[in-house]
């Protein structure tokens, strides 16, 4: 695997003294000499450092709660001070995925946060990244990075704790809603696209939470258990892609152990396969209280998050491990000099990659509505149409009434909590409710509703808030067509204990179903729920939790305005039973064995289950054909090409899916996503999509020789729309060959 260096912005001077000058002072001889890499230029820096400097870069401090803040922090998850005598900035840590999370400077122990208080929200929130996933398109979450990044570093903030793509190995993970998915190809691309963006933003991003830290029960206690090949061919794969593809400056490791040993004290995940096989250049940051000793800096940790500012104490922990641990450990020898020096070199050269030196962050307003249409349009490339019986949506012009029922859907659209939690500008549609512990249920003030009546200006919107469904039910029959909003509010910190939804909205969704025929659902969500109803209903719309903008995407898909696009990231079992674990229990060990590396739609198709909706899935008002298929295979080097065509009666966008499958028994399941393409289409045109298939896709992990390896043989090639409807078939014929791990 070759690692390409981080994005680096032009720069001429050779140290941090000549940075933190202006560079139009510089004289042009200097200027003119050549540009140094960013591992040079900390090299270069590291010289100049005493170690007392290198131990202050290897600790941030959490701000989130305490009282006492270090001068110089803005009040967000992490800070670590400048040290201006080396001309070296401060590092402003704040979460994260979906937006710029708000922390509130003033948020002491008793005091309500500010932003509480003072309604007013300062960032823009993007769909949760589960629904970014859904657009399979990494141009989506591009412009997604490079508008959080922007906003990010127009308030200070130069680390942006982003690109969580842990698998959703567990659908009712209350985290679901800010990873990418099941897939490893699919997070991976998604999660290159947005850390790309965040990172043109003179903003680091990290990659997030290495390694399975695929459940919230017992996150900081649990022990993920997986054989090393399992690993390496899904979870590991999706890491592996997304770092090759984003060059994230720093990978978070996790709360949970992984074969008993935690995450931020594992030498294999750390040292010998992120370090090692892969090569990662940057640094490992530990999640907020995560480190387990100064044994974590050998391991391959080389910086602990979240100290208490005025205790010293890391959470959940007596001192931090970095503090006077490791300095005891320094002078002991117990922590060779090197390593420190290693640790600070990769903060360091991710600083000089992403060009933190050369742009600090400054204070600027934001440009609030372009901002919100970035959000809008990911939000219409993610919503899904799941059904669409007798062509209900897009909702006719001529209608003349529309009850629109539950969810506040009147005044906004929910999104998930924890840290990717967004407070919204302008504030929450309806006050925020603080639940289950610290996370908070926040509306985005977008309102469906209100959107709805700009695109159907002639009909009659009456709106019942569903908190009784025989009231609800008498709406809707004297409704043209009834729309019910149902809402599963997910957060971290906490799992699902099912996938039903919530708040006996099955019952009202069947009260409503029942009262009238053209029935539609539109879902917001952090994850897969059952639909018990869904053979009542004509549509159900799938808008996850939809953004700044959300009311005016869903708005956009009801009425035809915006053709769905939407593909599921992520299967839709038909109930709990179907899942590897049909329960999540509190025991401190998750057996990741029973599936292994077949996550997702690959135990469905293994076990040869019927999902409610698999993987890949989403309808639109177009159609597409697939046509023309050509394979070509030379070594391992495979490419896919076929005609795409739009054969419907409007333009839309279409996902055509390749998929492959191993020889014989060799994989983990019937068959892998190697490729996909996100395609625009006016109706009758056709267009050649090419898909070059990543050898790792066709390779499964040799343990025992330390290498992905190719077996020689034919391999079946899918094209279709959906991991369980494929359309054109043919095959690869492809040598053996082995690679790097
Ligand atoms: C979360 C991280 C987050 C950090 C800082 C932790 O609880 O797991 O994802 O970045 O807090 O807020």
């Given at each position: 695997m070759k690692l390409a260096h981080l994005p680096r912005t032009a720069v001429f001077a050779r140290t941090a003294l000549f940075t933190a000058l202006s560079l139009a002072?510089?004289?042009?001889?200097?200027?003119?000499?050549?540009?140094?890499?960013?591992?040079?230029?900390?090299?270069?820096?590291?010289?100049?450092?005493?170690?007392?400097?290198?131990?202050?870069?290897?600790?941030?401090?959490?701000?989130?709660?305490?009282s006492k803040q270090p001068p110089g922090s803005i009040g967000a998850a992490g800070y670590v001070p400048a040290l201006p005598k080396l001309g070296i900035p401060a590092l402003q840590e704040n979460d994260a995925g979906i937006g710029v999370h708000n922390y509130p400077i003033d948020q002491g122990p008793g005091k309500q946060p500010a932003h509480v208080r003072g309604e007013a929200g300062n960032a823009t929130p993007l769909p949760s990244t589960l629904a970014i996933a859904a657009s399979w398109n990494p141009q989506v979450a591009y412009a997604g990075g490079r508008m959080i990044g922007g906003e990010a570093h127009r308030q200070g903030i130069n680390v942006l704790l982003a690109g969580g793509i842990n698998l959703t190995r567990e659908p009712r993970d209350g985290r679901t809603f800010e990873y990418l998915g099941e897939d490893p190809l699919l997070a991976a691309r998604i999660d290159g696209g947005e850390i790309r963006g965040i990172q043109s933003q003179h903003v680091i991003s990290t990659i997030k939470h290495y390694a399975l830290n695929d459940q919230e029960t017992n996150r900081t206690t649990v022990s993920a258990n997986i054989g090393e090949q399992a690993m390496?061919?899904?979870?590991?794969?999706?890491?592996?892609?997304?770092?090759?593809?984003?060059?994230?400056?720093?990978?978070?490791?996790?709360?949970?152990?992984?074969?008993?040993?935690?995450?931020?004290?594992?030498?294999?995940?750390?040292?010998?396969?992120?370090?090692?096989?892969?090569?990662?250049?940057?640094?490992?940051?530990?999640?907020?209280?995560?480190?387990?000793?100064?044994?974590?800096?050998?391991?391959?940790?080389?910086?602990?998050?979240?100290?208490?500012?005025?205790?010293?104490?890391?959470?959940?922990?007596?001192?931090?491990?970095?503090?006077?641990?490791?300095?005891?450990?320094?002078?002991?020898?117990?922590?060779?000099?090197?390593?420190?020096?290693?640790?600070?070199h990769r903060i360091l050269r991710s600083m000089y990659a992403v060009g933190l030196f050369e742009h600090p962050p400054e204070t600027k307003p934001l440009d609030v509505e372009a901002d919100a249409l970035v959000s809008q349009h990911a939000a219409e490339e993610g919503i899904v149409l799941l059904k669409n019986e007798h062509a209900q949506l897009p909702l006719h012009k001529d209608l003349k009434t529309v009850a629109i029922i539950g969810a506040h859907a009147d005044v906004g659209v929910l999104s998930g909590g924890g840290s990717a939690e967004v407070w919204p500008i302008g504030g929450p549609a309806i006050p925020?409710?603080?639940?289950?512990?610290?996370?908070?249920?926040?509306?985005?003030?977008?309102?469906?509703?209100?959107?709805?009546?700009?695109?159907?200006?002639?009909?009659?919107?009456?709106?019942?808030?569903?908190?009784?469904?025989?009231k609800a039910a008498a709406v809707a029959k004297s409704a043209d067509v009834a729309i019910v909003f149902a809402t599963q509010w997910t957060c971290e910190g906490v799992d699902q204990p099912n996938l039903a939804l919530p708040d006996n909205q099955d019952a009202l969704i069947d009260a409503v179903a029942a009262a009238n025929t053209h029935s539609v659902v539109v879902l917001e969500n952090g994850g897969p729920v059952k639909m018990p109803w869904l053979s009542k209903v004509d549509a159900v719309v799938e808008a996850w939790f939809p953004g700044a903008r959300g009311g005016e995407a869903i708005a956009g898909v009801l009425t035809g305005k915006v053709n769905p696009s939407g593909r599921l990231p992520v299967t839709f079992p038909q109930d709990e039973q179907q899942l590897p674990r049909p329960q999540i229990t509190n025991a401190l060990d998750v057996d990741y064995n029973i599936e292994g590396?077949?996550?997702?739609?690959?135990?469905?198709?293994?076990?040869n289950l019927q999902p409610l909706f698999p993987f890949g899935?989403?309808?639109?008002?177009?159609?597409?054909?697939?046509?023309?298929?050509?394979?070509?295979?030379?070594?391992?080097?495979?490419?896919?090409?076929?005609?795409?065509?739009?054969?419907?009666?409007?333009?839309?966008?279409?996902?055509?899916?390749?998929y492959v499958s191993l020889p014989g028994d060799l994989g983990e399941a019937p068959h892998r996503l190697a490729g996909f393409e996100k395609v625009s289409l006016q109706p009758g045109q056709s267009r050649t999509v090419s898909v070059t298939i990543d050898p790792r896709l066709l390779a499964?992990?040799?343990?025992?020789?330390?290498?992905?390896?190719?077996?020689?043989?034919?391999?079946?090639?899918?094209?279709?729309?959906?991991?369980?409807?494929?359309?054109?078939?043919?095959?690869?014929?492809?040598?053996?060959?082995?690679?790097?791990?």
């Open positions: 002072s510089l004289t042009p001889a200097l200027a003119d000499q050549p540009v140094s890499s960013p591992d040079q230029r900390a090299e270069q820096l590291l010289k100049r450092m005493p170690l007392q400097d290198m131990q202050h870069m290897v600790q941030s401090y959490n701000d989130m709660m305490t390496r061919e899904s979870d590991l794969l999706a890491f592996e892609l997304a770092i090759e593809d984003g060059h994230p400056g720093s990978v978070m490791c996790g709360y949970n152990k992984v074969n008993s040993v935690w995450d931020c004290s594992n030498k294999h995940l750390l040292s010998d396969i992120l370090k090692g096989d892969w090569k990662y250049p940057g640094w490992v940051m530990t999640d907020w209280g995560a480190d387990h000793g100064v044994q974590d800096a050998m391991a391959g940790t080389d910086q602990v998050s979240g100290v208490d500012h005025s205790t010293g104490f890391s959470l959940g922990q007596n001192f931090s491990s970095f503090g006077p641990p490791l300095q005891q450990a320094l002078e002991k020898g117990e922590v060779p000099k090197s390593r420190l020096e290693d640790m600070v925020a409710v603080k639940t289950p512990d610290w996370q908070w249920k926040v509306y985005d003030p977008s309102s469906p509703m209100k959107a709805l009546q700009k695109l159907l200006p002639n009909a009659k919107i009456v709106y019942d808030d569903g908190s009784d469904p025989a590396a077949a996550v997702g739609y690959k135990w469905f198709d293994k076990k899935f989403g309808l639109s008002y177009s159609r597409f054909d697939y046509s023309d298929l050509h394979v070509s295979a030379q070594g391992d080097h495979v490419t896919v090409s076929f005609k795409v065509s739009n054969v419907g009666p409007r333009e839309g966008k279409d996902v055509p899916q390749v499964t992990f040799d343990v025992s020789g330390h290498q992905w390896k190719i077996a020689a043989g034919s391999y079946p090639i899918q094209v279709g729309h959906s991991s369980r409807d494929f359309v054109l078939k043919g095959e690869a014929t492809v040598a053996a060959a082995t690679m790097a791990p």
